[in-house]
């Protein structure tokens, strides 16, 4: 199978992990990515960045693919203005969520086929949609000997660390929350508590991160089915949250950690896990997760999309 992949993410490791996954399976991938970058606190390129790229699109259309993958909603127009073949779109959260919510919406309807992150997504549009979030790699993450991880980081153990899995100036992730909620916690606890900040820390040195920390600290307004979370329960980390995506169902069963609504809960949550600064099972609730078994069931909707396209 042949799938013209647009994305503007191209570097993502996720967007890599399951195309690397895919490539298992057979699928021959090629990538079109506008020019620039995403900035941190948002993205840098601007619509003519996007508009400069369709020309390729559409001389890539007329080759011999099955059909073009749209990842992420920004792309969607791209794909659908190409008259060749049929589209497969994939919404990662905040493209359905944010502010290009109508468009992806709009372009869902039109699309052969729509994959989403969680169930909460797919309630979000008006047309049927496959449920498949991003996997997992187990053998990277995975858990580890805490004060050894604390060693290899530089961390004293006399700290409890809580992670912040994002750049504090992506709004939507809501920093100035995990601050209020941090700085509460201070006041109840004996021990110095420190909120580290996960963002331009290389792939490779995440799980060490995860294994030397106290508690993930998920503030979002709102999420797809976020990566750091399926990672830090991989590594048995626990994991402290807003009620986004698809984080209820991922820790159900977990424990420590919760899924809260207000900034009390949050603070009287992450509380008791830095009191009790134990693992959790977290491992347990994301075995079937890999990002084999993800790109299995994308290929079945590829495959679907092919026969009836």
Known sequence: MRVLSLTPSADSNAYRRRRDALDRLGVETTTVSPSGTHAPGGASRSPLDYAACYPRVLRESFDDYDLVHAVQGVVAPLALAQPVRPVVLSLWG???????????????????????????????????????????????????????????LGWEDDTAHVLFPAHPARAVKNYPRARRVVAAVRDRL?????????????????????????????????????????????????????????????IDGVAPGAVCRSDAELVDALTRVLRERSRSNGRDAVR???????????????????RDG
Do not use: I, Q
Not at 109 to 124: N, Q
Not at 138 to 147: A, H, I, K, Q, V
Not at 289 to 305: I, S, W
């Open 94 to 152: 905040t493209d359905l969520f944010g502010r290009l919510g109508p468009l992806s919406r709009w372009c869902a309807r039109r699309a052969g086929a729509v994959v989403v992150m969680s169930p909460e997504m797919e309630r979000r549009l008006d047309v049927a949609a496959a449920v498949v979030p991003h996997g997992v790699d187990l053998d990277r993450f995975r858990p580890r000997d805490r004060s050894a991880a604390r060693a290899e």
């Open 190 to 250: 004996d021990d110095r508590v420190s909120l580290d900040v996960l963002n331009g820390v290389p792939h490779d040195a995440v799980p060490a991160h995860m294994n030397a920390a106290d508690a993930l600290l998920l503030t979002s307004d709102h999420e797809g089915s976020p990566n750091t979370v399926k990672e830090a329960l991989a590594c048995n980390l626990p994991v402290v949250s807003t009620a986004v995506g698809d984080v209820a169902a991922r």
């Open 288 to 306: 079937g997760l890999t990002p084999d078994r993800m790109a299995r069931r994308l290929y079945g909707v590829y495959e679907e999309v092919r």
